[in-house]
């Protein structure tokens, strides 16, 4: 009976250890979504979504397998994931008949004992039955050769100069969440990372959050955020508007036009410009990390009814996204990550612009609206002068502005007001990563609200 016991104890301590080691597994691996929705799909539109792997662990892992549905084809950007590396699973759906679809792809990973299900659906409106099933091929990278180094990072308090044990450190890299590091009992952490900008955001019990930005090069391997005692300021997503709390918004199964933040029998369809200042103040303070945090997030919640472009001005104006409905996000999640900064300001030029691409997609009964973010003041009574005008003609139009001021002076603030005032639309503020990455979903939910 003793013997039983045992042998029953032994295997439960082996079953036990078998789930923590598959569970610290599959954590390792971080992807962008699971799941893709292509919307309505015709013959000349891509069928195609490209899903991301990075490997958050240790441990190099590997593509071992994977089951393509009829219809799929799968291609990867490579089969070998390193740590701190990423990899692209591009899945192509072709659709041989009218109709709804929904294909789950298993993907078999060395580090994972279950596979990881990608899932893509959509409606074929029209297709071409000659079309090739192949999924297209990556383009080339030109540069292979990424630079990295290790980042050592140090919490302290800023009065005793004491180490803060399990803070948190948020890596921001191009407005997503690339890292989420927590410090040891000596208040330090260390990360492999290339050569890039990235937005660091230091949260620990008892303190206020500290954030900043930061250029990795190689020289400055050595990071020390100092925390001072006390809460977070509070969060204010928007100074002139107060946004209601709405009520938990039940989706059905068959409505596929809707998002959880935007149901469609609530909000009106959105054709939304961004006019976004590029010019080099953008790239101080990480204020450009910070808009594109914003933008992603409300990208995330759009809906294929809702057409998005995206309009730079600096030194010129550069139609970077002509008007599209939003139904390939991780393209254009993509174009918001690749924006960089430089050059000087020529705010009118782009606000002109971004209120032609606005009229040429207008929407019926929509919301149509211009968004402008900007770090900088306008000067209204000379260089800028017209713009007021402008903005009047417009909003005649049926086309609104609102004006986000991203970690902007106080003395920016009276010309960016009066822009949105004239314009039927709200001046909004952006100083932290926990205001930014609400805020302009909030503004549009705001605006494209039905009566």
Not at 60 to 65: E, P
Not at 101 to 106: Q, Y
Not at 185 to 201: A, C, H, I, R
Not at 364 to 385: M, P, R, Y
Request: charged residues 25%; negative net charge.
């Amino acid at each position: 009976m003793i013997l039983i016991l045992q042998l029953r104890m032994k295997n439960t301590v082996i079953i036990l250890l078998a789930l923590c080691f598959s569970s610290s597994l599959m954590g390792q691996l971080v992807f962008n979504t699971s799941h893709h929705d292509l919307g309505i799909v015709n013959k000349e539109d891509k069928k195609y979504f490209d899903f991301t792997l990075t490997n958050a662990g240790q441990e190099k892992a590997m593509v071992l397998k994977v089951e393509e549905p009829y219809g799929i084809d799968v291609k990867f950007s490579k089969k070998e994931i390193l740590p701190d590396s990423t990899i692209i699973v591009r899945i192509k759906y072709t659709p041989k008949r009218k109709g709804k679809f929904k294909k789950d792809i298993p993907v078999w990973v060395s580090v994972n004992n279950e596979p990881i299900t990608f899932t893509i659906e959509g409606e074929a409106e029209t297709f071409d039955v000659n079309e090739s099933l192949n999924c297209p091929d990556f383009t080339p990278v030109k540069n292979n050769d990424e630079k990295r180094t290790a980042v050592n990072m140090t919490v302290i308090d800023k009065a005793t100069k004491k180490p803060i044990k399990n803070a948190s450190i948020e890596i921001i890299w191009d407005g997503l969440v690339y890292k989420t590091l927590t410090t040891s009992k000596k208040g330090e952490v260390v990360q492999n990372l290339k050569y890039d900008s990235y937005y660091f955001v230091v949260n620990a019990e008892g303190y206020a959050t500290v954030e900043t930005d930061m250029e990795i090069n190689g020289e400055n391997v050595n990071i020390n955020f100092e925390m001072g005692e006390g809460a977070p300021e509070p969060i204010i997503a928007d100074v002139d508007t107060v946004v209601e709390v709405e009520e938990p918004v039940v989706i059905e199964k068959e409505d596929t036009v809707s998002t959880k933040e935007l149901p469609v029998n609530l909000f009106a369809p959105n054709n939304v410009v961004f006019c976004i200042d590029v010019s080099v103040s953008m790239k101080q303070k990480g204020r450009l990390d910070l808009l594109k945090a914003s933008m992603i997030e409300l990208l995330n919640g759009l809906r294929p009814i809702d057409k998005l472009a995206i309009v730079t001005y600096s030194s010129s104006t550069e139609i970077v996204m002509e008007s599209q409905y939003v139904r390939n996000k991780a393209e254009i999640q993509q174009l918001i990550q690749d924006l960089t900064a430089g050059g000087y300001t020529a705010g009118a030029k782009g606000i002109k612009k971004a209120y032609q691409v606005a009229r040429e997609n207008f929407i019926e009964g929509g919301n149509n609206q211009v968004i402008i973010s900007t770090d900088g003041a306008f000067n209204l009574d000379k260089g800028d002068k017209g713009i007021l005008d402008n903005v009047e003609a417009n909003y005649k139009k049926g086309v609104t502005i609102s004006v986000v001021g991203v970690k902007n002076e106080k003395w920016t603030v009276d010309s960016m007001k009066e822009i949105a005032k004239t314009g039927g639309g709200n001046y909004l503020h952006i100083e932290s990563y926990a205001q930014a990455k609400p805020l302009l979903m909030n503004e549009i939910k705001t605006n494209s609200r039905k009566k």
